[in-house]
């Protein structure tokens, strides 16, 4: 099992830049592949990123690409998410989430592990 916190959310201005850091712990972070995913008031949740477990390959939705970038440092067992050129619609709760099995995955059901979330607002 992982417990994971994320961190890092606030108020920005929109073209703003914020870092987002999912810290875990429990099992070998090493040994999960790994996923952001945001909720805005009153949507579903949906897809941002994912890493494998390496950290060798990536995956976006196509809503971020060229603005976020998301990376990890296994020795740290940290998650990291890179989010530039912030737009108003970027506002959401942001989660990090776990996953056993290999492979990068865009669906909730996917992950395994959730962490609490970290609210970012961007305003225009």
């Known amino acids: 099992q992982v417990q994971l916190v994320e961190s890092g959310g606030g108020l920005v201005q929109a073209g703003g830049s914020l870092r987002l850091s999912c810290a875990a712990s429990g099992r070998t972070f090493g040994s999960y592949a790994m996923g952001w995913f945001r909720q805005a008031p009153g949507k579903e949740r949906e897809f941002v990123a994912a890493i494998t477990s390496s950290g060798g390959s990536t995956n976006y939705a196509n809503s971020v690409k060229g603005r976020f970038t998301i990376s990890r440092d296994n020795a740290k067992s940290t998650l990291y998410l890179q989010m530039n050129t912030l737009k108003p619609e970027d506002t959401a709760v942001y989660y990090c989430?776990?996953?056993?099995?290999?492979?990068?995955?865009?669906?909730?059901?996917?992950?395994?592990?959730w962490g609490q979330g970290t609210q970012v607002a961007v305003s225009s």
């Open positions: 989430a776990a996953r056993a099995a290999a492979g990068l995955r865009v669906g909730i059901t996917d992950y395994d592990y």
